[in-house]
C-alpha cells in the first residue's frame, strides 16, 4: 500500500538556520503530496501542497517541490524562527484523492 | 475557511463511562474522520465516514464506534472507557475523491480516562 517516510527526529536548530525535512513516499499513480504542521496543543494544520510532479508548494517561507523521479517532498525553510518550533508531517493523498496517508511526524524545536 | 469544530477540548472521565466525542464541519465535505495520536505513534485512523449512516473501520477500530446521522456531524463513541484511551482525538473532513483533495482538522480533543 501506499506509505510516506520522514525523518523522526527531533531537529534542534538556532534561529536563523536552513531547515530541511526529508520525506519520501511510495504510492502507485500520481498522489498529492502535503506539509501539515502541528503546533503544541492544536491540531494539524495545511502549510503547503503539490498536485503533480515538478509543482512548488510553498507558505510562510516554507517550500517543497513535488519529485516524481526520486518520489519525494522535502520541506526547507531558508531561516527558522522560534515560532516554526512544532512537528511537522508529510503526507500524501492517492490517485483518486480519496485515502491519506501520514508520515511519523517530524518534531522542530528553535532556539534562540 | 474551512472550519472542523470538535466540541470539547479537554475532558476527564472515569473507567467504564460512555464517552462522547462530537465534531461537525462547515464545508459540505463527505469524507469525515477520526484519528488518534499518541507520542511516538503518529496518527493512526480509527474510523471514517463517507456519507451519511455510512462508517468504514480505519486501523484500530476495537474499543470504539462511531455515529453520522447527518453530513456536518461525526461522533465518535466509547462504549466503556479505558485507560489506555487516554489520548489525543482529532476529527478531520475532506471532499469526496477530487485530485488535490485536503484534509483539514480540527484542534483535537485530550482525553483522560482515569
Known amino acids: 500500500g501506499d506509505s510516506v517516510t520522514q525523518m523522526e527526529g527531533p531537529v534542534t536548530l538556532s534561529e536563523e538556520a536552513f531547515l530541511t525535512i526529508n520525506c519520501t513516499y511510495t504510492a502507485t499513480g500520481y498522489p498529492s503530496l502535503f506539509w501539515y504542521v502541528q503546533y503544541p496543543g492544536e491540531g494539524l494544520q495545511l502549510l503547503l501542497k503539490a498536485t503533480k510532479a515538478d509543482d512548488k508548494g510553498s507558505n510562510k517561507g516554507f517550500e517543497a517541490t513535488y519529485r516524481k523521479e526520486t518520489t519525494s517532498f522535502h520541506l526547507e525553510k531558508g531561516s527558522v524562527q522560534v515560532s516554526d518550533s512544532a512537528v511537522y508531517f508529510c503526507a500524501l493523498c492517492d490517485n483518486y484523492g480519496q485515502n491519506f496517508v501520514f508520515g511519523p511526524g517530524t518534531r522542530l524545536s528553535v532556539l534562540p | 475557511d474551512v472550519k472542523v469544530t470538535q466540541s470539547s477540548r479537554y475532558l476527564v472521565k472515569r473507567t467504564g463511562e460512555k464517552v462522547f466525542l462530537e465534531c461537525v464541519q462547515d464545508?459540505?465535505?463527505?469524507?469525515m474522520f477520526w484519528y488518534r495520536q499518541d507520542p511516538g505513534l503518529g496518527l493512526r485512523l480509527i474510523y471514517f465516514?463517507?456519507?451519511?449512516?455510512?462508517?468504514e473501520k480505519g486501523d484500530i477500530p476495537e474499543g470504539y464506534s462511531v455515529s453520522r446521522e447527518k453530513k456536518e456531524r461525526f461522533s465518535l463513541i466509547l462504549e466503556s472507557a479505558s485507560t489506555n484511551q487516554t489520548s489525543m482525538y482529532l476529527c478531520?473532513?475532506?471532499?469526496?475523491?477530487?485530485?488535490?483533495?485536503?484534509?483539514?482538522f480540527g484542534e483535537g480533543s485530550w482525553l483522560t480516562v482515569v
Open positions: 465516514s463517507y456519507d451519511v449512516k455510512m462508517k
Open positions: 478531520a473532513s475532506s471532499l469526496m475523491g477530487a485530485k488535490g483533495n485536503t484534509i483539514y
Open positions: 464545508m459540505d465535505h463527505e469524507n
